[in-house]
């Protein structure tokens, strides 16, 4: 279990440092935690309907570099 508390807080470490950059999305800015909700049983991300792709990709791609063992295929 302390390999997963050590997955989901780096995951939360990463998250907040993307979560300092503001985002333009249909003219007004946002914070990117403002597009998703993050779940952990299984790790997984809730988008809005309004999230860009760009950051869709950087959130997979951070859920594959904390969770490379539970996740094999993320929709995108």
């Excluded at 279990?1 to 907040?16: C, E, Q, T, Y």
């Excluded at 049983?41 to 570099?65: A, G, I, M, T, V």
């Amino acid at each position: 279990m302390d390999l997963l508390k050590r997955s989901i807080d780096g995951l939360r470490d990463d998250l907040d440092l993307l979560n300092k950059e503001w985002r333009d999305i249909e003219g007004n800015p946002l914070s990117a935690n403002q597009c998703y909700h993050f779940e952990t049983d299984p790790p997984h991300f809730l988008f809005n309907l309004n999230c860009p792709d760009n950051l869709r990709q950087e959130l997979n791609d951070l859920l594959l570099k904390h969770f490379p063992e539970h996740v094999k295929s993320l929709p995108m």
